[in-house]
Structures are given as C-alpha cells and as structure tokens.
C-alpha cells in the first residue's frame, strides 16, 4: 500500500483505516463516473409504462 498514490494525498501520519477507507471512496467515485456516464439511445432499454 505504500505506492498508492492516495498517500501522497493523505498526511503523514494517517492511519492505515483511513487509508483503506479514502482508496474505498476513490473506488466508488471511479464506479459511479462509468456508472453514470452518458449511454446511446442503442445502450438503452425502452420500457413500457406499467399500470
């Protein structure tokens, strides 16, 4: 965990949970951006409406 670049963020003397909880919210932002990117009308299902 040394080269991770996140320590380079982090103060010097943050804990190593801190550590493992700032590259777990990295993770999940990095998701999230290919989650929510903008998709073709040919990536989406067309749904029809429900009664």
Do not use: F, N, Q, Y
């Not at 320590?7 to 932002?29: C, F, I, N, Q, Y």
Request: aromatic fraction near 0%; hydrophobic fraction near 45%; glycine fraction near 2%.
């Amino acid at each position: 965990m040394a080269s991770s670049p996140i320590l380079t963020r982090l103060s010097p003397t943050a804990s190593s949970r801190l550590l493992v909880l700032a590259e777990a919210v990295v993770k999940a932002g990095e998701t999230a951006r290919v989650s929510l990117r903008r998709r073709t009308s040919r990536e989406m299902l067309a749904k029809a409406p429900r009664d």
